[in-house]
């Protein structure tokens, strides 16, 4: 009840409009003004610029500059495993998919079909297989970043709500990570399909793709579609930047049934970061066992 009465606010809140705004003061290039505003939002964040490529906050011209950074060589070094974590974040739920419903807290619970903006024949690949939900609080670094080896087959772009992802409201607004705006990322791989949703949110001015660049805005209101095939052909390896966020949010990962075994050091919660080890491939993982 706690939870639901704190996102009260959200559903009256203009958060398009807002969203809208930060997205522009993001890209303008204030020249002071920019330098203090990403001050302010290091302090407040906690937010380690010593693991920056570039540290020096003065040196950034926009604050969509800043948050986009990249990383020092070496910072993020990859685990030996199948599957690598995407992000810097926290783990916000994973496990089995139950026939075609994601567990999002408790009481809550979405289908994949939703999820993917109503494809019943896509969705129906996931069915009685793997999720993960991971959460990118705004003093983390927000590239992502490939889980294994695939190759880019659709991108499917859903128009929706702009809530906040955090946990409160992941608790308290039903069908979250389905019911805002999302980028759906369909990959084959060697162990099947899987899936990368970028969940969207209110004040993340912009997702963005290492093929295709920034997604929205514009956001016309409609479902769009890419496809990826003959001389489109898209193919990232394992480690590979394939997306960014402008400030913090969400991503979803599927996986079919069989595919992948998770860490069973992870759990809801936990602080987790790019490279670390995500899980292994399911065959390998019951061979080893």
């Not at 290091?42 to 920056?52: F, T």
């Not at 499917?156 to 069908?175: C, D, E, Q």
């Not at 793709?209 to 052909?233: H, K, L, M, S």
Request: glycine content about 10%.
């Amino acid at each position: 009840m706690f939870d639901r009465l704190a996102v009260l606010p959200q559903y009256l809140l203009p958060k398009q409009a807002l969203t809208i705004l930060a997205g522009k003061f993001a890209s303008t290039e204030a020249g002071e003004m920019t330098t203090r505003v990403i001050r302010w939002f290091v302090g407040r964040y906690n937010v380690n610029m010593d693991e920056a490529a570039n540290p020096d906050i003065a040196s950034y011209k926009s604050f969509n500059e800043f948050f986009t950074r990249p990383l020092k060589d070496g910072a993020r070094p990859q685990a030996a495993a199948g599957f690598l974590c995407p992000v810097d974040g926290a783990i916000s739920q994973f496990g089995a998919i139950e026939r075609d419903q994601i567990f999002q807290a408790k009481g809550h619970s979405y289908s994949t079909t939703a999820l993917v903006g109503g494809d019943r024949e896509l969705a129906a690949r996931f069915n009685n297989g793997s999720f993960a939900t991971l959460y990118l609080s705004p003093r983390d670094y927000h590239r992502i970043h490939m889980p294994c080896d695939g190759r880019l087959t659709r991108m499917i772009y859903v128009p929706g709500a702009l809530f906040s992802v955090n946990p409160t409201t992941a608790r308290g607004v039903p069908g979250l990570f389905a019911r805002n705006e999302r980028l759906v990322c369909v990959f084959d791989t060697a162990s099947g399909p899987f899936i990368m949703t970028l969940v969207g949110a209110t004040i993340v001015g912009s997702m963005a793709t290492v093929w295709q660049g920034v997604i929205n805005p514009p956001r016309p209101g409609v479902v769009r579609e890419w496809r990826y095939d003959g001389e489109a052909t898209v193919n990232l390896k394992k480690g590979d930047e394939m997306g960014r966020f402008l400030l913090g949010s969400t991503v979803v990962m599927l996986f079919p049934k069989d595919s992948i075994a998770f860490n069973a050091d992870w759990a809801p919660t936990r602080a987790i970061r790019m490279g670390e080890a995500m899980g292994e491939k399911f065959m390998a993982q019951t061979k080893a066992g």
